[in-house]
């Protein structure tokens, strides 16, 4: 019989603040963290604004032993670290000194490091060859040398945040790190349910880190015309299933859950948050950059999803929707649910929090998860704001601006990343 395998600790690193109840309450309010960009001058963009974390500092979540260890951390590495420690905490797991440390793992869905942008151009403007129109090799490297860091070299490998961790916490159990794009996080707490369940590990700390807000992060996004370019009204910008949206915008951050086997965990007297009861992890099989027209990965992730958890679309009470705001994934993520959920589509509300977050990448779906854990808690269902103009491509309920009261026991939330990623989670309240 497969072990189950329940939420312990959760902690967030987001655009809207760090702490759950706090973030949660803000959410509910329908409050926007879009602004500006502010780590570099994006004046000269297409998109000149994004989701960023404000105010963030490592020190402020380790003792000062640990924040010196893991100074050389790269920025989203420390928000796994940050989110981690504040999982850990909640999780009650700094309370206790019997933990069997090699019984307990890491599974992050983390991505690369920020290039050391100033520095690599700087590399590349001394070293290129006008007359030639090639770039000297020799030159770059001996100017390279002068003033690239090993370390922060090292930092953009996406597997440093999860080495931090297991050395924060001194866990030696598996350690995996998963890079699939938008889904990643989402995939990593599966996997990492998955392992449990088995019994590879008795808990696993799992989640995803991201910051893609740089230079080369944004450019990337913005030749995709993936980005939306409404800069005169960024706060309105992300705008979920509505006729006029025109892209997603860039967030960064962190979400990290403790997950634990249910007898581990009862046994410790941990309070548990929710349990992870049905996973779905498929690809489209089709293009790089676009979702298959009919949606055969998202039905099948979110068909396998409610399959292993044993239940059918009508004991769903909330979608947490993947949700970014361009044209083609909103319009194929509700031909997807319509297909999934046939009757129950149109009774089951569905909601999108990169509308106030933005697009957390790699850190969405485990984000967007604790916001599913936290909607069954307090039976309240956060709004995908900026909904003005319905579109007849989505036609479901988006709980549009203003949060809404629900009985809630069981959440199902989507994540879906280029490449055609499709990953799915159901998660419910704690059973006896």
């Known amino acids: 019989m497969s072990r189950r395998v329940v939420v312990t600790g959760m902690g967030w690193i987001t655009p809207l603040g760090h702490d759950i109840d706090g973030v949660w309450q803000r959410l509910l309010r329908g409050e926007s963290g879009v602004a500006s960009t502010m780590l570099f001058d994006a004046r000269t963009f297409p998109t000149t604004f994004s989701a960023e974390v404000k105010n963030f500092r490592l020190a402020d979540f380790l003792n000062s032993q640990d924040a010196e260890r893991h100074k050389s951390a790269s920025r989203q590495a420390g928000f796994a670290l940050a989110a981690a420690s504040l999982a850990w905490r909640n ?58 860091s090993a370390v922060v070299e090292l930092e953009q490998d996406p597997n440093m945040a999860a080495s931090h961790m297991a050395c924060l916490f001194q866990v030696e159990g598996p350690n995996l790190n998963t890079l699939t794009a938008c889904a990643a996080s989402t995939q990593a707490i599966g996997e990492a349910t998955e392992i449990i369940r088995r019994g590879d590990a008795e808990a696993m700390i799992s989640g995803g880190c991201h910051s893609m807000i740089h230079p080369l992060g944004v450019t990337g996004f913005n030749r995709l015309t993936a980005l939306s370019t409404r800069n005169d009204s960024c706060i309105t910008a992300s705008r979920p299933f509505d006729r006029t949206r025109d892209g997603f915008v860039l967030g960064e951050g962190a979400g990290m859950l403790i997950l ?29 950059t676009d979702i298959h027209e009919t949606g ?44 999934v959920f046939g009757e129950h589509a149109r009774k089951t509300p569905i909601s999108s929090v990169k509308s106030m977050l933005g697009h957390l990448i790699a850190a969405a ?15 309240k269902l956060p709004p995908t704001i900026n909904y003005q103009n319905p579109d007849a491509n989505c036609d479901l309920d988006y709980i549009p601006n203003t949060a809404r009261d629900a009985h809630v026991t069981r959440c199902l939330s989507n994540s879906f990343g280029f490449g055609g990623q499709n990953d799915t989670l159901i998660v419910e309240k704690p059973r006896g």
Not at 320 to 326: E, K, L, N, Q, V
Not at 365 to 379: K, P, S
């Open 91 to 148: 999780a009650g797991l700094d309370r206790t000194d019997r933990l069997d440390r090699s019984a307990i793992g890491v599974y992050l869905g983390g991505g690369e490091g920020p290039i050391d942008f100033q520095n690599f151009a700087q590399c590349a403007i001394g070293a290129w060859n006008y007359e030639g129109g090639n770039l000297d090799t020799r030159q770059w490297a001996a100017i390279a040398a002068e003033r690239l």
């Open 260 to 288: 634990e086997e249910y007898e581990h965990a009862r046994r410790r007297g941990a309070t548990i948050h929710a349990e992870i009861t049905g996973y779905g992890s498929t690809a489209d099989a089709f293009r790089i």
């Open 296 to 339: 055969r990965g998202a039905i099948a992730a979110m068909s396998n999803a409610l399959k292993g958890a044993g239940v059918k679309p009508g004991d769903v009470h909330y979608i947490s929707a993947h949700g970014t705001g361009t044209v083609e994934n909103d319009k194929i993520e509700t031909l997807a649910i319509r297909s």
């Open 365 to 379: 779906g485990a984000v967007e998860l604790i916001t599913c854990i936290l909607a069954i808690r307090d039976g």
